[in-house]
């Protein structure tokens, strides 16, 4: 190839982005609002959004180009309108300020929503009192990152979730702070995809709610203070490393529910003053390691239908109940826990009880069939009895029991 064709080439291939340009939207400019920039701008170009409070009702965006906002500028729905519908391949929304989008209960009215797209970035904006906050649907590679989300609803009917994905594929999710929504978080049908250092606390229902998603990993997030903590359900092969659960409390609250999962990791996680640390219904072939669960009412409730899980190395400490089962048949593995009620002794200092330890309370047995019979715990009554059963084991399960129990609390470093 001569160079006359070389440089020919090259000129091809580079001229799209020689060609790009930046559209600069102003209240005292002679474009000032980001619907006629829209108009004016080509595939690639960039818009920049100076400062000021811009009312346009729903902008539809169906161009691959980059708003970047200047100071936060205000985009307000005027409780009225979803803002931002992106309908295109290659958009990234950055440093805007969405404000009191319109609510529906047949519609997911949303302030960022995207529609059957792919390489979207929404990154380093605010968002208040909108009824969704961000809203993917049929969208695969692309990043919600280092976004502020709050809404103020009381109820679920008046509000939807803070980052809500359907139907997505290799989405990473980071950064991101959400508060007082539906659920913060929502996976349905989200495969090999990643929730990593997002803080989730004071969300109605849901911290993450994760429905038919597999593949996918979730590490380093908090949960605190939501209405029922976290629900994984219908799901296999997830990775949960590295979260910590704290102060879901309430009647109906967990830290961790897990619900027809399988094939899955739970492993270095924090659960600390739940009301259930980890709850489990149908759950196959998981790993639960490293974890601490500290001051919680119940530190793990195991359903009889949970099968082939494997415990080890975890901490227990100050939890009402460690254990809880409903049945007599534990088809589980729980070896090589630290237990702080454990009473054995080490003669051979190996580092393990030469005892093995029932972690399961007699007085919860009863109290999973007599929900009521948990006002006597701590009477002189309910301790007689557990430590009767102690000695000759009746109602607890026979094979649910550490038979390597830690004398010292395991260290992860």
Not at 66 to 92: H, L, M, R, S
Request: charged letters at 20%; proline letters at 2%.
């Amino acid at each position: 190839m001569n160079n006359g064709r070389i440089i020919l080439l090259f000129a091809l291939l580079v001229s799209p982005i020689a060609s790009a340009k930046t559209i600069v939207v102003d209240k005292k400019s002679a474009i000032t609002s980001l619907s006629s920039a829209l108009q004016l701008a080509s595939e690639g170009d960039t818009i920049l959004v100076r400062p000021g409070v811009y009312q346009e009702g729903n902008i539809s965006i169906s161009k691959s180009v980059v708003i970047i906002g200047e100071d936060y500028p205000v985009f307000d729905g005027e409780k009225k309108y979803e803002i931002f519908t992106i309908a295109a391949n290659n958009v990234c929304v950055r440093g805007l300020w969405f404000k009191n989008t319109g609510s529906a209960s047949m519609n997911d009215i949303a302030a960022v929503k995207v529609i059957d797209a792919k390489d979207i970035t929404i990154s380093n904006n605010r968002f208040n009192d909108s009824f969704f906050a961000i809203h993917f649907s049929n969208t695969t590679e692309s990043t919600v990152e280092n976004n502020t989300i709050e809404a103020t609803a009381t109820s679920e009917h008046e509000i939807g979730n803070g980052i809500h994905m359907w139907k997505c594929n290799n989405i990473t999710i980071r950064k991101n702070h959400i508060k007082g929504h539906r659920d913060g978080i929502y996976f349905e049908f989200v495969t090999n995809s990643s929730i990593v250092g997002n803080v989730s606390e004071s969300n109605i229902r849901y911290g993450l709610h994760f429905m038919f998603s597999h593949n996918d990993d979730y590490q380093d997030n908090s949960f605190i203070n939501n209405g029922a903590g976290v629900a994984v359900m219908y799901t296999k092969n997830v990775r949960m490393h590295g979260n910590k659960f704290e102060r879901n409390w309430g009647g109906a609250a967990y830290g961790l529910l897990l619900k027809d999962i399988r094939d899955s990791e739970v492993v270095g996680n924090a659960f600390i003053e739940n009301t259930i640390a980890i709850h489990m219904e149908g759950v196959s072939r998981t790993r639960f390691e490293e974890n601490d669960f500290t001051a919680n009412g119940y530190a793990v409730r195991m359903q009889a239908s949970c099968d082939d899980n494997v415990f080890s190395l975890n901490n227990f400490s100050a939890n009402t109940f460690d254990f809880a089962t409903n049945g007599t048949m534990v088809l589980n593995k729980i070896d090589s826990n630290y237990w702080d009620r454990y009473e054995g002794y080490d003669l051979d200092r190996d580092g393990t009880g030469d005892i093995p330890y029932r972690p399961v309370n007699m007085y919860s047995m009863i109290v999973e069939r007599i929900p009521p019979a948990v006002l006597l715990w701590r009477s002189f009554l309910v301790m007689l009895m557990d430590r009767t059963e102690k000695v000759i084991p009746v109602v607890t399960p026979e094979n649910l029991k550490d038979n390597t129990p830690l004398m010292k609390r395991y260290d992860r470093t």
